[in-house]
């Protein structure tokens, strides 16, 4: 049952999701609104790495998601002292 | 008996943690302003996705999967606020615009934007000169 639910509920709802933020990052005014959009982009796709693991039960999928928010985490901080430095 | 209930929490779990990244997504997109959208952003996100975790480690109930979820949502909840700070100070340092509904700005003028250095809040220290930073000498 869960994996049906995961499957037909939650990765469509997530897709939509990790959707919206796109039209964020490209209308944007400044350059840290494309950088929050890009963050919360990084944390839904760990959530969907997550279900993805759960669903087809792989478990290198969980390892992917936490490489993907190191990675995410790294950016940001990156994006953060370019922005405040540039001036 | 324990796997319906385990397999009932791991759903609701998962429901919330999809909705809950769900509205961060919409909050992105609908709020006015760049700190109004991280206070939407870094909490939703973060609790969404450590719903989604949990509700994985629950219906998993196996140690190597749950060693790595558990992990994932110490890592989220550690690095989001610190992401969040440091995006949203450098956001207010170059000057990003508020929402024009803005009540108080209190940080207004405190800012040395040259130096990257706080002053001059509470205590009515003298005005600094500039290149010195409360800190010592900041270039």
């Given at each position: 049952?869960?994996?049906?639910?995961?499957?037909?509920?939650?990765?469509?709802?997530?897709?939509?999701?990790?959707?919206?933020?796109?039209?964020?990052?490209?209308?944007?005014?400044?350059?840290?609104?494309?950088?929050?959009?890009l963050d919360v982009m990084g944390t839904i796709a760990i959530a969907i790495f997550a279900t993805y693991a759960l669903i087809n039960a792989q478990l290198a999928f969980l390892d992917a998601a936490l490489v993907v928010g190191l990675i995410g985490f790294i950016g940001t901080v990156a994006f953060a002292y370019y922005a405040e430095r540039r001036i | 008996m324990i796997s319906?209930?385990?397999?009932?929490?791991?759903?609701?779990?998962m429901l919330i943690g999809t909705l809950l990244l769900l509205l961060a997504g919409i909050g992105i997109v609908r709020m006015p302003d760049i700190f109004l959208r991280m206070s939407a952003a870094s909490k939703a996100s973060s609790l969404g996705a450590g719903c989604v975790l949990l509700s994985v480690a629950v219906s998993a109930a196996d140690i190597a999967v749950t060693v790595r979820a558990i992990a994932g949502i110490l890592f989220l909840l550690l690095t989001a606020p610190v992401a969040s700070h440091m995006i949203g100070r450098a956001a207010y340092m170059i000057g990003?615009?508020?929402?024009?509904?803005?009540?108080?700005?209190?940080?207004?003028g405190h800012y040395d934007t040259r130096g990257h250095t706080l002053s001059g809040v509470g205590a009515p220290s003298p005005r600094p000169r500039r290149g010195t930073g409360p800190l010592g000498d900041n270039p």
């Open positions: 049952m869960l994996q049906t639910i995961a499957l037909w509920i939650a990765l469509p709802l997530l897709s939509i999701a990790v959707a919206l933020p796109v039209i964020r990052l490209v209308r944007g005014p400044t350059l840290p609104d494309r950088v929050v959009a | 319906l209930i385990q397999e009932i929490v791991s759903t609701v779990l990003a615009p508020l929402w024009k509904g803005t009540v108080i700005d209190e940080l207004k």
